[in-house]
């Protein structure tokens, strides 16, 4: 019997990737529409196909797809977050759920470095007033990184990649991550409060989890500094949309990056209109080769278990 490999949906213009590495391993793929389905969408997908594996992108794959699944034995993000997965459930089933954690460092540490870059030398407020028809230099109000201390929610493999970087432009790093260890000598490891209230840039890089959703909220920020800046390029349930429009509307805050909203890619009219606000969709991950990476080896995981061996990347202890 072939064995069906369910492909929930892809941010990306085909599923030839992902198709060439399933179908040359001799099986099955299916694929499901681009553009994320419901959650009862991709119930009914995986109860019609009852696939031996399931890729996933940002489709949610509920307990109920897992059950629907008998034959289920790997669910495989493509991406980093497990937050889309029933990981508890497909843990207590036997079943295996990987991720691709390190195929990004290098572009979503460059997204946040570019925000910070971007709001110390007006670049997005100046590119808006010169294209609105104005040209007012002497209104620059602008700011010499290496005078500025950056704090780092998060203190894994892009949280490391991205201090480098900001020391690098003379930045004074310090780093808040209650499981970091092997901390290097140029970097302060500090408390919560403590990095809030140092900090003139505030970057997340904590992934979603029960003890970080809306860590970023109004008690948060009502800590930092006047004036400074936050960048989320992690989750958007990291941080509390409307603790940050307050921010910025009482100036507590004069800019943010958001790369990532909990409510996308449903946008707040007030970030919208606010001049501090520099929004992308969700995109800091991608790269020509970061994208074809992150397939290739998610695809490969599939094939890895399908075909009996062990996975690379498990991040569940299944009970078989």
Known sequence: MIRTVLLTDYAWPDDKVERDVIEGAGFTLVSGPPKPSPSAEIDALAETHQPDAILTCWAQVSERAIAASPNLII??????????????????????VTNVPDYCVAEVSDHAVGFALAWARGLI?????????????????????????????????????????MQALGCRVIAYDPHASDIPADVELVAFDTLLGRSDIVIVHAPLVPATRHLINSDAISKMRRGSLLINVSRGGVVDTDAVIEGLNCGILSGVGLDVLEGEPNVPQELIVH?????????????????????????????????????????????R
């Open 275 to 319: 001049p501090g606000a520099m929004i992308t969709p969700h995109v800091a991950f991608s790269s020509d080769a970061s994208l074809i990476e992150l397939r290739r080896r998610a695809a490969e995981e599939v094939v890895r278990v399908l075909g009996g061996e062990m996975p690379e990347q498990p991040r569940n202890s299944p009970r």
């Open 75 to 96: 669910v495989a993000r493509l991406g980093v977050g497990l937050d889309n997965i029933a990981v508890e459930a497909a843990t207590k089933r036997g079943i295996w």
């Open 125 to 165: 407020h100046f590119d808006r007033e010169v294209r609105a028809g104005g040209w007012d230099p002497a209104s620059a109000n602008l700011r010499r990184l290496s005078d500025l201390a950056c704090g780092i929610v998060g203190f894994g493999r892009i949280g490391r990649a991205t201090a480098a970087k």
